[in-house]
């Protein structure tokens, strides 16, 4: 059975684009179009889709706008297309506070290299979020026909190693004992480092605003994300958060309570020593490299300059970047942590990585913060 897919926007040669590109994948069914956001939660309400696509600038009711009353009257999976412009990065933000799970570029020539590949990018983008367990809705039957049995919550998962329990003294502990005792495993660790894809933007978010002024270690953060959003997006967490965060420059020097975000379209590597490690932003125009920035390039450099005094955490995103970059963290002693399936956008990432066998432990997003702060002796 496919999934029911609603595509919202003014221009009518956009929607038949669209509903064009969807239409070609027999897991995905246009049921209906609408004109502006007003007709888009009418529909939303009477036709039940699993995914919407939605355009932001819109007559009557724009998409932000609808995108709010649309996921408080009938909550749906919502993918938006914006510009690539740093007015469209504020608007798409704004659209993923209020409740989209995805967005894409509006001009498929932003996006790929042609347009089998921008169209196969799209229905890609489109079933992953109609997969998302608090969206999905109750399906009869699959393509075979075979009755799919109800979605299981998934427990939480934690993976311990030998060395990260800690068993009771038998000594009066000293002040350097209570501080080491005073967190999970014992580790010391000179970075966070964090990666993420799809559903990125509002997992950061969650985690970062809960974080203090005077937390100890320098952040990277490798966030999939077009060239002119980064700087808009560094900018909106560092007006809500207590650290101080700002999209990453070439030569900048890792500071603890500073967060760095790899700008979209090149690769943030880590230099230098560990106690004078800095920023090096480089352009890249690989084919062999998909993802620009990538969270393995970054990974794999942070790596090779804090060896294995890493705490690394792979939030929800699509597909595998993480995955090597986390092997070369943890061959060097460092911890990996991921974000567990409940509370992901799209499982890819972290999968990819619970399947390597590199994950450490699983958490869900909500007990994040709180769980990394305790580890690292601020909790």
Not at 14 to 39: C, H, Q, S, W, Y
Not at 95 to 104: E, H, N, R, V, Y
Not at 121 to 145: C, D, H, M, W, Y
Not at 268 to 282: D, H, Q, Y
């Amino acid at each position: 059975m496919a999934y029911k897919v609603l595509v919202v926007d003014d221009s009518s040669f956009f929607r038949r684009r669209v509903t064009d590109i969807l239409n070609k994948d027999p897991k995905l069914n246009v049921i209906d179009v609408a004109v502006n956001g007003k007709e888009a939660v009418e529909k939303a309400m009477l036709l039940k889709p699993d995914v919407i696509t939605m355009d932001i600038e819109m007559p009557v009711l724009n998409g932000i706008d609808a995108v709010k009353q649309i996921m408080a009257k009938s909550p749906t999976a919502i993918l938006m297309f914006s510009s690539l412009t740093h007015q469209g990065a504020k608007a798409t933000l704004d659209a993923l506070d209020a409740g989209a799970l995805d967005f894409l570029p509006k001009k498929f020539s932003e996006i790929a290299k042609n347009t089998d590949e921008a169209g196969s990018l799209l229905r890609q983008r489109v079933v992953e979020i109609a997969r998302k367990p608090s969206f999905a809705k109750p399906r009869a039957a699959n393509q075979t026909g075979v009755t799919r049995p109800p979605l299981q919550k998934n427990r939480l998962t934690t993976r311990f190693t030998k060395t990260s329990t800690l068993s009771t003294p038998s000594f009066a502990p000293t002040a350097k004992d209570r501080k080491t005792l005073n967190r999970s495993s014992g580790k010391e660790y000179k970075l966070l480092a964090i990666g993420t894809s799809t559903g990125g933007p509002v997992a950061l978010q969650k985690i970062l605003v809960q974080l203090e002024q005077n937390f100890p270690l320098p952040i990277i953060i490798v966030q999939h994300m077009p060239a002119a959003f980064t700087a808009a997006f560094a900018s909106r967490l560092n007006t809500l958060c207590k650290i101080s965060i700002k999209e990453a420059a070439d030569g900048d020097i890792l500071k603890p309570g500073c967060a760095y975000l790899a700008p979209g379209g090149r690769q943030m590597i880590i230099s230098g020593s560990e106690s004078s490690a800095k920023i090096k932003i480089l352009d890249d125009d690989s084919p062999k490299i998909t993802f620009k920035p990538s969270v393995d390039i970054s990974f794999g450099s942070a790596a090779k300059t804090f060896s294995g005094k890493v705490l690394g955490i792979i939030l929800t995103g699509m597909g595998s970047d993480g995955k090597e970059g986390s092997r070369m963290l943890k061959a060097k002693g460092s911890t990996i942590w991921s974000q567990d399936e409940q509370s992901c956008v799209v499982y890819g990432m972290p999968q990819a990585i619970d399947k390597a066998g590199l994950s450490q432990l699983s958490l869900p997003l909500d007990s994040m913060a709180a769980s990394l702060v305790k580890e690292i002796g601020r909790g």
